[in-house]
């Protein structure tokens, strides 16, 4: 009898969920931005509620990197002014959003609270469900798509924004 097939049954039964490796991906922004990458960001929420960036820049394929409340400002600022700050936490450790929030939209209303100029696609170009708006910097965009209700249109307009 074939060893290989015996061994291949006896792992079948146990498929175990492996931790993400946010530490390789700390490692790789951090070396992007020492090196004055352009990045391309979109935030998101992960199955288990924590937020992430999908981080690629021309020359590194895009990846996810789990965020803290200092990840997340670290990354913005570097983004808004080329400057690299040192992360003083553990990466592996990331925040929790709340059930039911959309990370994505909290980044953008702090964008938006901050009097941050955003760009958006005008919604008779785009998908009759979605609101995209982008935000350049000096060493990156980050890109939203948003879900198009009632409650965030009226949140953008409310703040004066031209959706």
Known sequence: MNK?????????????Q????????HAEVETMMKRGDKLSVKFGT?????????VESEKVAGFKYELDVERTNNLINYMMTGDVSEYAGDPMKCDTVEAGKDYQF?????FVENGQTLQYVPLF?????????????????????????????DYL?????SV
Do not use: C
């Open 4 to 16: 290989s097939l015996l061994h291949l049954a006896a792992l079948q039964g146990t498929k175990q």
């Open 18 to 25: 492996q931790q993400y490796d946010n530490l390789g991906a």
């Open 46 to 54: 992960t199955k288990n509620q924590h937020p992430y960036a999908w």
């Open 106 to 110: 909290e980044v953008m209303k702090e």
């Open 125 to 153: 170009r785009e998908y009759p469900d979605k609101i995209s708006a982008t935000k350049t910097m000096f060493k990156g965009t980050v890109f939203f798509r948003i879900p198009r209700t009632t409650e965030n249109l």
């Open 157 to 161: 307009r409310e703040h004066k924004q």
